[in-house]
């Protein structure tokens, strides 16, 4: 699930170099955000063109598989937020300089592309419907995890600050448990068994952008519907997703918000947790932007 590619080449705007994945050569791109910081991605497949936003601690290769169901659709944009994977990244951090990454990348499209994004990556693509409003064509998101009422235990109030520290004292393994822990609710004993197998080296590697994703969710996580409101003016044509198979929070959350937005509407995929099958989610999105 997390696999660091081997690279070969040098990177600047819009260069394409070689990228040893499982044994195969493939292009890689880069795109050169507003602040000078290069982002790393993928593109394959015909049509309009979609770009894919992922979720904490998630590479461009962890929806490698999706990626390549959605090309005989779109063409399909899966790209490393930066931070993570192949992208750069340029301190300070905000949200703001996230959304000028994926402005940058719809520039490369062509100026205007449909977006999808999970988990975190869902809200991070709403930020870009409301300050891109002409760019993005329209936005689909699965399972944004907004944390509206009392069906599961809100995030801490110092969550965000809680990781800086650690990550600070140098302890990205603890960050990243932390997040697990306490903001996802994962079992500490599954957490703990997480951190003697290989892949935990590659969360590790990824840990200083937790905090990202934090910063992107900002307050809504905190059990209060209000903070949703930030949205209600993203007119972009919108679908917002949840597994039926997900925690309360998940669909509460998502049906929510699409009562806030003027032009959503909700969908529920049956047996589906936070992590979707391809071949349920694929003919969802694609009778969506298609549509």
Do not use: C
């Not at 905000?94 to 809200?123: L, M, T």
Request: overall charge negative; glycine content about 10%.
């Amino acid at each position: 699930m997390f696999h660091s590619p081997r690279l070969s080449g040098n990177l600047g705007d819009g260069e394409t170099i070689s990228v040893q994945h499982d044994g195969k050569n493939t292009p890689m791109h880069t795109v050169i955000s507003k602040d000078g910081t290069p982002i790393a991605f993928d593109r394959s497949g015909e049509g309009d063109a979609l770009i894919l936003v992922n979720g904490a601690t998630s590479t461009r290769k962890d929806v490698a598989m999706l990626a390549d169901r959605l090309t005989h659709h779109f063409i399909v944009y899966a790209y490393d937020r930066r931070g993570r994977g192949d992208s750069g990244d340029t301190l300070p951090y905000a949200p703001e300089r996230e959304v000028e990454d994926i402005e940058a990348i719809i520039s490369e499209a062509g100026g205007s592309a449909f977006v999808f994004g999970h988990s975190s990556g869902a809200v991070l693509a709403l930020e870009a419907a409301r300050l891109l409003p002409d760019k993005v064509a329209k936005l689909a998101m699965y399972e944004p995890p907004f944390i509206i009422d009392d069906s599961r235990p809100p995030a801490p109030k110092d969550y965000v600050e809680h990781l800086n520290e650690l990550l600070a004292a140098g302890r990205p393994g603890d960050a990243a448990a932390y997040f697990m822990t306490d903001a996802v609710l994962m079992p500490a004993e599954v957490v703990a068994l997480m951190r003697s197998t290989p892949m935990w080296e590659n969360i590790e590697a990824v840990a200083h952008t937790i905090p990202y994703d934090g910063a992107i969710m900002g307050d809504t996580m905190r059990g209060d519907p209000a903070t949703l409101q930030k949205w209600a003016g993203v007119t972009t044509p919108t679908l917002v997703m949840a597994g039926g198979a997900s925690p309360s929070f998940m669909r509460n959350g998502a049906q929510t918000f699409v009562s806030i937005l003027p032009n959503a509407k909700y969908l529920v995929l049956d047996g589906q947790t936070h992590g979707p099958a391809d071949d349920i989610l694929v003919p969802a999105l694609v009778a969506f932007f298609e549509g």
